[in-house]
């Protein structure tokens, strides 16, 4: 059964008819045309598919869209402004922080609810913060400098 | 001096209109047939273009495996694509740049060497002549044969070869755009398939009324055989529609895998074809006989982001959007499979998430074209979900390895024997003349097998790659025990066989070491005359600290592993340090490379560290295991991998070498790697685990035996 849902994305309002139990993820991609969050196994277990929900990270693939009325939703396209990738994302690439990039979308959205709770996050912060996403091309190391660099203002 | 004799994509297309196309005012149009799969090939061939034109890298355009326009270049694989499809874009752009430059001296009266090139533009001592590659373009067929004759650039003289380029797609992926999954045209139609659980399993039937209920939307189902396809206007209710007929679903007949499967004694007892090459002395040497088996599980190679392919059948042509790692291989399989011409598909490479050897992309390609058939004027998006890809792609095989070398009076190896038990690791389409698309198997009266052969050892070999050490060893004999009838698609995974003979192999060399009372890395040095091979030990050795850290305490250790990738690619050392207890941790990890002339360092590091997370999870971690016939991994739950809380810092040091010929460096940290972790394992329990993955359970099997 489809219903109207309103809740705000990326700043945005939005307003989407959609079946409750539709996941979040499918909404975001295929009603919203937002298309840099990620279908990975739609189980929790690889964090491609990650968003904020009023700020805090959460798996998009499992989570039921009626859940999300009324609440505040930023994708990785929520990132950047007007076109300018944020320092965050800059710092991604200053680092040379990806390979296929599949596993960015989410690790992007993570890393920027971390460093907005945890400007000075410490490696071990950064890797608690990331452990719930896989990444198969074996960035790791790039991504925790990228993050590293993002906190100290792009100077690192 | 890089060699000028000609690469196989040059002498398979060697006309330098197919690579190279001066269209667009300003711009170089350069054609590969080589693809992105997340290694930075594309910046790296963007390098070599730029360079030996003498344009600036924002001047190229790269057309990247799209059939109707790029070279015809095999798969993107084998760490062959700089030293092979790179070798060829620079002896292309150098005899343009020469062709050009002649035509342009002729014209000004000068000689082609007073004139030099900068941003396509032509000059005399320093001055624009108002010519350049554009306005020339007219004045010069490019439909001609390449020579390869024309001189290439002295790497001395390199502005941007060498220098780290930033990837040119990575923008666009930090930004969350750039993947075939995000194509979406209007009135698209998605599409799920059903896949069988083994191979050659017969559908009995499944709950359609389910499956109806499930999709909570309007679904058609697509019956040919045993090749089910569940398609509709919204991408959750195939899905959900897929998902009820695989829980409902049941199968009978053909070719369920035996819960042994893989183990070394089910390896062992399979029908083989079986071969014996010698090297070196006649004869077989007396002495210290030493022994060892080694095994390693089957794996997948787990994209994060399942395949996904597009396709459209119009007015007898089909369009297929794909993330292959072979476009125009796939482009004549697809034909062949269909019963259509070649001509009438055209293969339109787009990115996927990073591809580690043959995955579930040429799978889901035939799956949108077979639906496309049956739905002309329609564009098909075919997705695959997580589970499939563990249970119905194909997967790269276990081995066993048995070693057996007799030790001389100083304790070298003066007869050495490698035995090698292994169904094949190449079923990509069109090898051994099957197409091993898994929906095309699915049909009704699909094309019998042809007989199974692994990759030639001409050609790096599959079971057999990195099968021979590298190491002076007078009297070799490999034995190699191909396995044709296991009932799995077994394929391609960054190395081939070589991730498992270089652990079993630098396994062996340090168990000899220990025979002979010697440290494993001046063993090693002893056996290797060649100074190259020895540099990067040594270096390796050097940056560890590895002579002035013989005890780190109980449980602890560093271990070494060394190879020359297919024994004529990148040279890798690596040294890992491990904490061992109930787990093992890695501490830190060292790597030494020599990979010839470096295109870009940084991205060349990028795919050394790559090699060696992969390769650390490989040994560490990951087992396919099977149960009732079919896989039984089928999460990340059931198939863990490495994670951002397991890796260490890494260190890695390129061996600057210039002047030599670019080797092939992707694969080239994953064998050693796993070797370093297992030698730094074992010298830390006091005990070895010969069968891979190192996991707690092999640990605490290994303590509590003997």
């Given amino acids: ?156 | 001096m890089i060699s000028n004799t000609l690469p196989l994509s040059l002498t398979d297309n060697p006309i330098l209109s197919q690579w190279i196309a001066f269209e667009e005012k300003g711009r170089v149009r350069i054609a590969t047939g080589k693809v992105e799969i997340g290694q930075g090939i594309l910046t790296a061939m963007t390098q070599i273009a730029a360079e030996e034109l003498d344009v600036t890298p924002e001047q190229v355009r790269m057309v990247s495996g799209e059939t109707d326009v790029s070279p015809a270049e095999y798969f993107t694989s084998g760490s062959y694509s700089v030293a092979v499809g790179g070798a060829a874009i620079r002896l292309v752009c150098a005899e343009v740049r020469s062709l050009f430059l002649d035509r342009a001296a002729e014209a000004l009266g000068c000689k082609a060497s007073e004139l030099s090139v900068e941003g396509g533009k032509f000059l005399r001592a320093g001055k624009d002549t108002g010519r350049d590659y554009w306005s020339m373009s007219g004045e010069i067929k490019l439909d001609r044969r390449a020579s390869g004759t024309a001189p290439t650039k002295l790497p001395s003289t390199y502005r941007i070869v060498g220098k780290s380029l930033p990837r040119l797609d990575l923008p666009a992926k930090v930004a969350g755009a750039a993947f075939i999954h995000d194509i979406a045209p209007e009135d698209v139609v998605h599409a799920r398939v059903l896949r069988r659980p083994w191979r050659h399993a017969r559908l009995v039937a499944f709950d359609e009324a389910a499956v109806r209920k499930a999709a909570k939307a309007p679904v058609d189902t697509l019956r040919e055989g045993d090749f089910v396809a569940f398609t509709g206007a919204s991408e959750l209710a195939v899905s959900r529609a897929a998902e009820a007929a695989r829980a409902s679903a049941r199968w009978e007949g053909g070719m369920p895998a035996p819960d042994n499967i893989g183990d070394r004694e089910w390896l062992k007892a399979q029908p083989a074809k079986s071969r014996t090459v010698e090297n070196g002395l006649p004869g077989r040497a007396q002495g210290r006989v030493v022994e060892a088996e080694y095994s390693r599980p089957f794996l997948t190679y787990g994209s994060i982001g399942p395949a996904c392919a597009l396709a459209e059948f119009k007015d007898g042509a089909l369009k297929v959007w794909s993330h292959t790692q072979g476009p125009s291989i796939q482009r004549d399989w697809l034909a062949r499979a269909l019963g259509m011409e070649t001509k009438q598909v055209t293969v339109f490479h787009r990115q996927g998430a990073g591809a580690y050897g043959h995955n579930t992309a040429d799978d889901a390609a035939f799956d949108a074209c077979y639906i496309a058939t049956r739905m002309p004027g329609r564009t098909i998006r075919v997705q695959w979900p997580r589970e499939d890809e563990f249970l119905a792609a194909p997967i790269s095989t276990a081995m066993a390895i048995k070693l057996r070398a007799v030790l001389d009076d100083e304790n070298k190896p003066a007869d050495w024997t490698i035995e090698i038990w292994s169904p094949p690791h190449a079923q990509r389409p069109g090898m051994n003349g099957n197409s091993n698309f898994t929906g095309a198997e699915a049909l009704p009266n699909p094309p019998p097998q042809k007989e199974l052969n692994d990759i030639g050892d001409d050609r790096g070999g599959g079971a057999t790659r990195n099968g021979v050490a590298i190491y002076d060893l007078p009297r070799h004999r490999l034995i190699h025990h191909m396995i044709p009838g296991a009932p799995l698609r077994t394929s391609s995974l960054r190395g081939l066989g070589a991730w498992a003979n270089v652990y079993a192999i630098e396994s062996f060399i340090d168990e000899l070491a220990e025979a002979a009372g010697e440290d494993p890395v001046s063993y090693r040095l002893a056996l290797l005359s060649d100074p190259r091979p020895h540099r990067v030990v040594e270096t390796a050795a050097q940056m560890s600290g590895w002579f002035d850290k013989r005890n780190l305490g109980e449980g602890r250790a560093l271990g070494f592993g060394f190879a020359r990738y297919k024994n004529i690619a990148s040279f890798a050392a690596v040294v890992a340090e491990v904490e061992v207890d109930q787990d093992v941790r890695l501490k830190r990890i060292w790597c030494a490379a020599d990979a010839g002339l470096v295109i870009s360092p940084d991205g060349a590091k990028n795919q050394i560290e790559g090699g060696i997370i992969q390769g650390a999870s490989f040994a560490m971690r990951e087992r396919v295991r099977f149960e009732g016939g079919k896989v039984a991994t089928a999460t990340w739950a059931d198939y863990p991998i490495l994670r951002f809380s397991d890796i260490p810092e890494i260190d890695i040091e390129l061996i600057d070498n210039p002047n030599e010929p670019t080797l092939g460096l992707g694969e080239a940290s994953v064998g050693p790697t796993g070797a370093a972790i297992g030698n730094a394992v074992a010298r830390a329990l006091g005990k070895r685990i010969r069968d891979l993955p190192l996991t707690r359970d092999r640990i605490a099997a290994t303590l509590l035996a003997e």
């Fill in chain 1, 1 to 156: 059964m489809t219903e109207r849902f309103s809740f705000v994305v990326n700043g945005y309002p939005a307003e989407v008819t959609a079946d409750g139990t539709a996941p979040l993820l499918s909404v975001l991609r295929d009603e919203l045309n937002l298309r840099g969050s990620r279908y990975g196994c739609g189980t929790e277990q690889c964090g491609a598919c990650m968003v904020l929900i009023d700020g805090v990270p959460a798996y998009s693939c499992t989570r039921d869209t009626a859940s999300v009325a009324g609440r505040r939703v930023t994708t990785v396209e929520g990132l950047s402004s007007n076109g300018a990738l944020s320092p965050l994302q800059q710092a991604f690439l200053d680092e040379q922080a990806g390979q296929c990039g599949y596993c960015l979308s989410g690790i992007l959205v993570s890393a920027s609810a971390l460093l907005a709770k945890n400007p000075n996050p410490s490696r071990a912060e950064i890797v608690t913060a990331l452990d719930p996403h896989l990444c198969r091309c074996g960035m790791h190391n790039r991504v925790i400098r990228a993050v590293q660099r993002a906190a100290a203002g792009g100077s690192t």
